[in-house]
């Protein structure tokens, strides 16, 4: 049987580091078994569920390439279906309405509370058969068996087994009509085929009611892996306090998507000791029982680390496309009037941390450069620096190839002839052409800004700095 999987989350907020680990392992198992992977929209809760939250978890799973194979399927737009089922199970007698009032179910828990007792539905409208007018509001409630224990065995918490006993009659429909989210996650697992769902274990507690509800329907149940959750730096549950936790402000961070999916998949699932995996790796190495079973904690400096990694050792081309995204935040659109952003990432990837950074530090190849920083004008700017400006710009205007390598051999016959330092012609001229001291090699830095801005820029200096 073909694998199926799917990822499924209420679009109530942004898509967290907990989502998108719970919609990388599912979309792994899909591909490591050549099977199919689904995205489905749990927008039952209308007064909680937002449209902007729907665009940031597609713009998310997108910018991380965990391509869905169908859907997004939006269980709003089902609502014809869970009807179809609910009545279905009325007919069977495997559902009745509840005319029960909220004062009456109130009181029943106050006094099974005061009894000591597990709070629970009654069951008093399972065999209710007295008249109710039409405008009294019902709920709708599954009839769970009586009898029996529900089990599973989970594929990180093995097995579970619950009396009947312990679960009471769960509303299926709302007093306002509207489907409840144990029921609606049965009937769509069901009809889209999903054979393994994965996700977080806080619902480990609604699966042996989902459990009864998919053999109520005569509905194959599917295999349950629930993961263990994710915790903090601190050791508490990963949460806002934590920082950036969602997968988009870790984009805006200046982290790439290969370093991100990297570190999730190390969140609950290893291989051995290995750290670093590509995607290709994940898909050929990911099985289910190689989860673990223990919480896992937020580690950011690992994350910075596998940013690093990945700067240093992705091809240029892919670096760059995530380059270009940070240069168009801060105002870069027009690229034609730089460097290849490839060349930007060859010289920057060891330089810089984040792809932010990088986008900031190769702002003065794309635009005009508009201040001199001042410590490092007071450091280098000293006597004698503007005739080395000078200099520089009678031999590099001569200059007829704009390599890093001619450039470096004709500034360091500058150095020579002044029987000074390197860094006494480079810093100077890194000030002038970039407006920091800070940049690559100096001939990599004049090759990135390009010939004729660099001869600008250095004409500029001279009368700034020479005044
Ligand atoms: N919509 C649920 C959530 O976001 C997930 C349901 C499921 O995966 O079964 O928590």
Redesign the pocket.
Known sequence: MEVKT?????PTGFLHVG?AR?ALFSWLYAKHCKGQFVLRI?DTDRERSTQEAIDAIIDSMKWLELNWDEGPYYQTKRFDRYREVIDKLLAEGKAYKCYCTKERVDALREEQKAKGLKQRYDGHCRDDHSEHSPDEPYVIRFRNPDEGVVAFDDMVKGHIEVKNSELDDLIIQRSDGTPT?NFC?VVD?WDMGITH?I??D??VN?TPRQINIYKALGAPVPVFCHLAMILGDDGTKLSKRHGAVSVMQYREDGFLPEALLNYLVRLGWSHGDQEVFSVEEMINLFTLDAITKSASGFNTKKLEWLNAHYMKTLPAETVAKELVWHLNRIGVTDLSNGPDPKLVVKNYCERTHTLKEMAQKALCYYQEITEYDPAGVKKWMKEGSVDVLKDALATLSALTSWDAQSIDSQLEIIAKNREIGMGKVGQPLRIAVTGSAMSPGIGDTMMLVGRDRTLKRIEKAIEHFGA
């Open positions: 799917r990822f499924a989350p209420s989502g719970t749990e989210y996650v697992d769902v996700r977080g806080d619902h609604n």
